[in-house]
């Protein structure tokens, strides 16, 4: 039995199950991220709970050492430096094409994880808050290893998430 569902029953559906959904643009690792630390992924507006995020290669990476680590800072009302919400992942090197690089949202201090199959991961274990009341902030991707230099290597990231505040939103920043 097949079942067509109204394009705007699947988007409740999804926003029920998984969270609001912002994805940035494919972004280029020799001009953008693991070229540089601290690139805005994000921009998050008021307080919102990480129900998933997750980086998926569009373009397969070449053989370099970059490590992604997601962090989160803040501008407004007041200026929280950024923090850590992942530590490093393995190696980028050679990724390819749907392999994801994904918060596993467990603890702090635990890696972000690289998938060992494309278009295969897990859902994160448990969620985070980040953000504060009628505050502004971004959630990053920093480069703990060397600089991406070769030509090759696209990514694009995906934030699923609920607001837990009035008014507040999330939007890409890339």
Same mark, same amino acid.
């Given at each position: ?81 950024? &923090?850590?919400?992942? /530590?490093?992942? +393995?190696?980028?090197? !050679?990724? $390819? ?5 994904? =918060?596993? &949202?467990?603890?702090? /201090?635990?890696? +972000?994880?690289?998938? !060992?199959? $494309? ?5 994160? =274990? ?49």
């Amino acid at each position: 039995m097949s079942r067509n569902y109204n394009p705007s029953t699947v988007e409740v559906m999804e926003a029920v199950n998984s969270g609001f959904r912002v994805e940035t643009s494919s972004l280029v690792c020799t001009t953008t991220i693991f070229k540089q630390t601290l690139v805005d992924l994000f921009n998050v507006y008021g307080r919102i709970r990480i129900n998933a995020l997750f980086g998926e290669v569009t373009v397969v990476f070449s053989a370099d050492a970059a490590k992604g680590r997601f962090t989160f800072a803040t501008t407004l009302p007041a200026v929280i430096a950024s &923090g850590n919400i992942s /530590a490093d992942s +393995a190696s980028v090197s !050679a990724m $390819a094409v749907g392999q994801r690089l994904t =918060l596993q &949202g467990d603890l702090v /201090a635990t890696a +972000a994880v690289i998938t !060992a199959s $494309a278009g295969i991961s897990f859902w994160p =274990l448990s969620k985070f808050i980040v953000g504060t009341k009628d505050g502004t902030g971004t959630i990053q991707i920093n480069n703990d290893g060397a600089a991406v230099s070769v030509a090759t290597g696209e990514m694009k990231f995906v934030l699923c998430y609920t607001p837990i505040s009035d008014g507040a939103y999330a939007t890409a920043a890339v």
